[in-house]
Nanobody, 120 residues
Framework: QVQLVESGGGLVQAGGSLRLSCAAS????????MSWHRQVLGKQRELVAS???????GYANSVKGRFTISRDNAKNTVYLQMNSLKPEDTGVYYC??????????????WGQGTQVTVSS
């Protein structure tokens, strides 16, 4: 069993910054991938940024150059530094982890989501 606790969401003006955090707790054997997704009204949930083994990262084109994902393996925590925020970044951001617990096959785990609102 793995729990994901997200924090850092809030209201910010365009051009501002926010830092999201997601801490995974539980008896975790390994984590293959940690990522951030967002749900924007009228659109399907989309991948924003991901980080995998060896700190290999990937970003949606819409956030490249503005967002940075990082990972602290010792703390089982993933971060998303969001700079130069735009109104179109508004949405609910979800943390995702693919992890193994004991000898069980890897499973997908999702956070509860945190609201990010960017005003004009």
């Amino acid at each position: 069993q793995v729990q994901l606790v997200e924090s850092g969401g809030g209201l910010v003006q365009a051009g501002g910054s926010l830092r999201l955090s997601c801490a995974a707790s539980g008896v975790i054997t390994s984590i293959a991938v940690m990522s951030w997704h967002r749900q924007v009204l009228g659109k399907q949930r989309e991948l924003v940024a991901s980080i995998a083994t060896g700190d290999n990262t990937g970003y949606a084109n819409s956030v490249k150059g503005r967002f940075t994902i990082s990972r602290d393996n010792a703390k089982n925590t993933v971060y998303l530094q969001m700079n130069s925020l735009k109104p179109e970044d508004t949405g609910v951001y979800y943390c995702y982890v693919n992890a193994k617990v004991g000898w069980a096959p890897p499973r997908d785990y999702w956070g509860q989501g945190t609201q990010v609102t960017v005003s004009s």
